[in-house]
């Protein structure tokens, strides 16, 4: 724009000049108005090879829709198979929205550290508006005082090492009974998936308002949920037409914010049943002491008194404690048990290392004990296991996509603000000039302790960097970590009859298995009152 106007200028004072010297000396015009053609021609070809040099490369696409027809639902594998072609940094046009496709760790590095700040924003999809009273939650609001409010709360009093700590019991509990559940099935098919969801879900549930799913209805409901939840952020993955041509938002051409209401008034029913219930106990000044007892006030009430505090300059609303409880549940749920499910296929795909873990189980708890939390310090071949599973299938292959508060440069490249940029975790994580055999299974390759997850190394950051790094990572390994002890060393996994396991994985903003895991438990503990 700038460079019309200060042509522009140029052009009219060219005008000027020609004008003056008309008459006063016609070969000196000549060679100014030659002199003057030539400069702009250069200036003009300067600065159309700058800025196409400076625009990432990518796919030309369409007019006007671009690359949107395109797109392969298996977003997290097009987008590899693109950037062999054009490389670390690509470009695609998406209708009315410029995406950015990030596969290289240095790259990586440049958004989720150098520009850390300009790209801490969200370019929130209308489905996400629609499961979180218009992104009023951590994950979709913008980086600001609201979003470092919201994350503190939570991080401080729901996900913090100290506050997990204080509610090991819950987790315990929940474990536990999904074991004598388990038991209570052995040498039948269990549907392991589902049945670390719920696990999973009733220990938030059960930190967020003391409340959890039992008896008949857990089956039934865990499954409900489930199908939920995995629908929910399906749909959060799915290109929409509305984000990408904003005009057409109000038609919802794909119908999925109207999914997505569906889905959401599940959980909120719940929610809503929920918060009456306590404010009516608390008009009534009734107890509200936690679900572990004393200490542990549970997390709604934290919220619904941190609410009355009106005097906070960012102050907590109701619409923050709805789009809070959904994180908690959605953020927390899919993606521990999903990546608990991917474990469980690998070890079933890889004996060897079914073997090697259980063989440490044995020595380290004893088949004459239960696994307690205490004991996943000291299980490095199963923390390595973990740490294979989610390299080889991080839950959120493409993060949650990240959009620049400002135009910046990216490996050479411009970025322009508002571009809604995926960082391919799930690429770089099989990136053969960083990981040997990349495609294999090999736990042993983290066993020397060189890579972590704190978001330092970007060859290797299933949970992020940065300002946005996951806020549940301590609840998410301990989780992870004491589901799959316990799985593996209170039964021998086997396939039903002529059955084989199947990695293929299926494309959301939350990976899933395509095919779920189906596995037949025999018990193995030397006590049988050691699974009541
Ligand atoms: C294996 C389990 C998990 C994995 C692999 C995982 C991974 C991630 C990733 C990659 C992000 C996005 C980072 C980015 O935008 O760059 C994220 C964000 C987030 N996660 Fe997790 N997560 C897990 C479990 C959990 C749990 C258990 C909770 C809470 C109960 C949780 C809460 C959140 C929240 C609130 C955010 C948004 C952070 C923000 O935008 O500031 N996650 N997670």
Known sequence: MNGMRYSALRYSSGIALQTSFFNANDGTTTTILTLFTIFAVIWYTWMFTKSKKSSPPGPRGLPIVGSLPFLDPELHTYFASLSSTYGPVLKLQLGSKIGIVVTSPASAREILKDHDVTFANRDVPTAGLAATSGGRDIV???YG???RMLRKVCVLKMLSNTTLDSVYGLRRRELRQTIGYINSRARSPINIGEQMFLTILNVITNMLWGGTVEGNERANLGAEFRQTVSE?????GMPNVSDFFPALARFDLQGIVKKMN???AKFEKMFDVMIDQRLKTNEKGGDTAGPSGKDYKDFLQFLLQLKDEADSKTPLTMIHVRALLMDMVVGGSDTTSNSTEFAMAEIMNNPEVMKRAQQELDEVVGRGN?????HIHKLPYLYAVMKETLRMHPALPLLVPHCPSETCTVGGYTIPK????????WAIHRDPSVWENPLEFNPERFLNGKWDYSGSDFNYFPFGSGRRICAGIAMAERMFMYSLATLLHSFDWNLPEGKKVDLTEKFGIVLKLKTPLVAIPTPRLSDPTLYE
Not at 370 to 374: F, H, R
């Open 140 to 142: 979709w609001n913008p």
């Open 418 to 425: 508002g571009a809604r940029v995926f960082i391919n975790v």
């Open 145 to 147: 005082p609201e979003w």
């Open 232 to 236: 929910m952020t399906g749909l959060l």
């Open 262 to 264: 569906g889905l959401t």
């Open 370 to 374: 239960i696994v307690e939390e205490s």
